[in-house]
């Protein structure tokens, strides 16, 4: 058998939302003015692969500096 890369399956708007504790709503804003999870688009169907939402959650990932400390 050859090797073949291992697909998690995406997940629809609901599971994504509920992954990221936010509304489907606030998802669909997302996708139209952007700055939301990158997503897949088949026909009318909206997908996501949580890998692009766990990079999407880790690009907004704060540090404090010793100044937030204070």
Do not use: C, F
Request: proline share 6%; glycine share 6%; hydrophobic share 40%.
């Amino acid at each position: 058998m050859k090797n073949t890369p291992h697909i998690e399956p995406l997940l629809h708007e609901a599971q994504a939302a509920k992954l990221l504790a936010v509304s489907s709503a606030w998802l669909q804003r997302k996708r139209w003015e952007g700055g939301g999870p990158a997503y897949i688009k088949h026909g009318r169907a909206v997908r996501y692969e949580r890998a692009a939402i766990e990079a999407w959650i880790e690009a907004r990932r704060i540090t404090p500096t010793a100044e937030d400390q204070r």
